[in-house]
């Protein structure tokens, strides 16, 4: 079998979260066909307990602690520097001498770079061949949160959406291939890069249909009389704070005047102090749980009402594979291409989100059709395929 480096700006394991569900089952199909040899960082002192899952599928690996409150401080030096502040984040010298001994005892000429910030370990002297996973156009969502603050914030994430994009073109033009989560992020890149889009493709993502099926059983953690709206995902993550706050406040409301019955569950990690203050009779803050599928197998509906997203949401389409329901905005349902009648109702204004979820809350119906859409176009093993034939065929010029 041939080595691969694999570099990963997160721990892929456990799969519980956006790029970890990414990088963990890319990582699970190449250490098929490859020696993977995976350097990666710990930002968070409880996944240590998992380095052992990921040995098992590696010839070797590399873990390093990032200290999310140090790398912020690290990250300042790109103001001087003149680099994306996300760069000096993720620099580590552990890491660098890593990779250099790493490609040179084995022999290494393909690399896999999952996250654009992990291309800097890569340089010229590197006679290898690199594929890069920028998942999101990162660059983009930085825009989007600038247009969202005023002031030095403001400043700061107009700042890194320059100096971002302007990387990831520079390391796009050093790759063999880009990708990216969906159709939709990969045609907006080569909209920022045209001269690029020879080189730019997508591989969606996918979804683990046996582990979120709706014919597995589950205890309720619901009474039995309540209607239940359920929102899943990180919630220490900024676009997904902004969702259920702004649901909570603006939205929500709405809904109970005409359903008393009605629970809003937000079920995720590491809740912030603006989320944990969400909470009342009828708002539910569970903070993380075991397993999210029992809130999903017994919730009414999904709803993932965001207002600044990138790619693929990987809790729409959980939620679809488990026959939910789901009310959606727009933004969130832009890396999924839609082409037939599913129990799928995208909104965008507080009026039409609170219309659309009462109407799904009396109809209360199964949702078949989107189980099938999830079999049919999201099976991680069709979707690695493409990955192996990037790293072994050069796209056409």
Request: glycine content about 4%.
């Amino acid at each position: 079998m041939q080595d691969l480096l694999f570099l990963a700006h997160r721990i892929p394991y456990p799969p519980n979260k956006g790029d970890k569900i990414r990088s963990y089952h890319l990582l699970k199909y190449l250490s098929a066909t490859y020696k993977v040899h995976l350097g990666t960082f710990i930002d968070d002192p409880i996944d240590w307990q998992y380095t052992d899952k990921l040995d098992a599928l590696c010839a070797s690996t590399c873990y390093i602690e990032l200290k999310p409150l140090l790398a912020k401080i690290k990250s300042v030096q790109g103001l001087l520097t003149g680099e994306p502040l996300s760069l000096p984040y993720y620099k580590n010298k552990r890491m660098q001498a890593w990779v250099n001994q790493t490609l040179t005892t084995h022999s290494i000429t393909k690399v896999l770079i999952f996250s654009s910030v992990m291309a800097q370990y890569i340089n010229q002297d590197h006679d290898v061949d690199r594929v890069v996973d920028f998942v999101d156009v990162d660059s983009d969502k930085w825009r989007q949160y600038a247009q969202r603050c005023k002031g030095l914030k403001h400043w700061i994430y107009q700042r890194e959406a320059q100096y971002l994009l302007g990387y990831e073109k520079t390391i796009a033009k050093q790759a063999r291939a880009s990708i990216f989560v969906s159709e939709q992020e990969a045609v907006l890149f080569k909209t920022l890069a045209p001269e690029l889009r020879h080189k730019v493709t997508h591989i969606n993502n996918g979804v683990d249909t046996e582990y979120f099926s709706p014919e597995l059983s589950f205890s309720s953690p619901y009474a039995d009389y309540d209607q239940v709206i359920v929102f899943t995902g990180a919630m220490d993550y900024w676009a997904n704070v902004d969702a259920v706050v702004w649901f909570a406040n603006a939205i929500f409301p709405l809904i109970a005047k005409r359903q008393p019955y009605v629970k809003y569950y937000i079920v995720g990690s590491k809740p912030t102090k603006e989320v944990l203050a969400l909470a009342t009779n009828a708002i539910v803050v569970t903070g993380g749980v075991d397993d999210i599928r029992p809130y999903l197998a017994h919730a009414h509906l999904v709803v993932a009402p965001l207002r600044i997203a990138r790619g693929i949401q990987n809790k729409v389409l959980e939620a679809m594979a488990m026959e939910k329901q789901v009310v959606a905005t727009t933004s969130a349902m832009e890396g999924i291409a839609i082409q037939q009648e599913l129990a799928v109702s995208v909104a965008d204004s507080i009026e039409d989100i609170a219309h659309e979820i009462i109407e799904q809350l009396q109809k209360n119906l199964p949702a078949h059709q989107n189980r099938d859409f999830v079999l049919a176009q999201f099976s991680w093993e069709h979707n690695v395929k493409h990955l192996l034939d990037l790293l072994q065929v050069e796209l056409p010029t």
